[in-house]
């Protein structure tokens, strides 16, 4: 059974902080897909990246980037000077078919 | 421009009435899928589809149909909606490649009250 934990359920960090997200998963697949996804107060929901598991190399776009670490079962999330706007519930999902599993998400406050 | 759109954006209803949330996408993607999200449950599968007339159960498919009659519409039937059928709901689509980045488009949602 596949198994997504994000322990970390609200942070809250000042504008400029860098801000890390941690994600760990569980599967006894040896291919499956992780995922990134962001909720922010008006309640829509943004896909923000899709790593298969055999791609480990880190992946940064603008602000953002991603490590993938298969020998720790993580896929943890940063972001470079937070703002205001990046405030939103972040989900990791982990899937090794067509269905995913997600965490149960982490609320990002960032204050200006 | 890229989207999905689902409706309607809200609806409030009464148990076992029929009902129908639409969801269509102009990307010609090959899968779409359904969610629903609640307070302490998170987010979870409902249905998936993988082209034309290949639709298959995700989680928590009980209660719940679908069909794929064409590739751009998915639409979610509730034959007898009950209150634990009110959530609000996404529909998303994307590509399915192996080994591709393969971007997911989410519906605005559709937040549904079931009495």
């Known amino acids: 059974a596949q198994k997504v934990t994000q322990a970390q359920t609200e942070i809250s960090v000042v504008e400029k902080e860098d801000v890390t997200l941690d994600c760990v998963y569980e599967?006894?697949?040896?291919?499956?897909?992780l995922f990134w996804y962001k909720q922010p107060p008006s309640g829509e929901l943004v896909f923000l990246i899709r790593?298969?598991?055999?791609?480990?190399q880190n992946e940064i776009s603008g602000r953002y980037s991603w490590n993938f670490q298969k020998s720790t079962s993580s896929f943890n999330f940063t972001i470079t000077a937070s703002q205001v706007v990046d405030s939103a519930v972040y989900f990791c999902?982990?899937?090794?078919?067509?269905?995913?599993?997600f965490g149960r998400g982490t609320s990002l406050i960032v204050h200006p | 421009e890229a989207q999905v759109t689902q409706n309607p954006r809200y609806l409030i209803t009464v148990t076992g009435k029929k009902l129908t949330v639409t969801c269509s996408q102009n990307?010609?993607?090959?899968?779409m899928s359904w969610y629903r999200q609640d307070p302490g449950l998170g987010l979870r599968q409902i249905y998936y589809?993988?082209?034309?007339?290949?639709?298959d159960k995700g989680d928590v498919p009980e209660g719940y149909k679908v069909s794929r009659k064409e590739k751009r519409n998915f639409p979610l039937i509730l034959e007898s909606p009950s209150p634990n059928q009110t959530s609000l709901y996404f529909c998303?689509?994307?590509?399915?490649?192996?080994?591709?980045?393969?971007?997911?488009?989410f519906g605005p949602g559709t937040r549904l009250t079931v009495l």
């Open positions: 998303a689509s994307s590509l399915w490649t192996s080994g591709g980045t393969d971007t997911q488009y």
């Open positions: 599967t006894r697949d040896t291919t499956y897909y």
């Open positions: 790593r298969n598991s055999f791609d480990e």
């Open positions: 999902a982990l899937s090794d078919s067509y269905i995913p599993t």
């Open positions: 990307m010609n993607h090959e899968y």
């Open positions: 589809s993988m082209n034309v007339e290949v639709t």
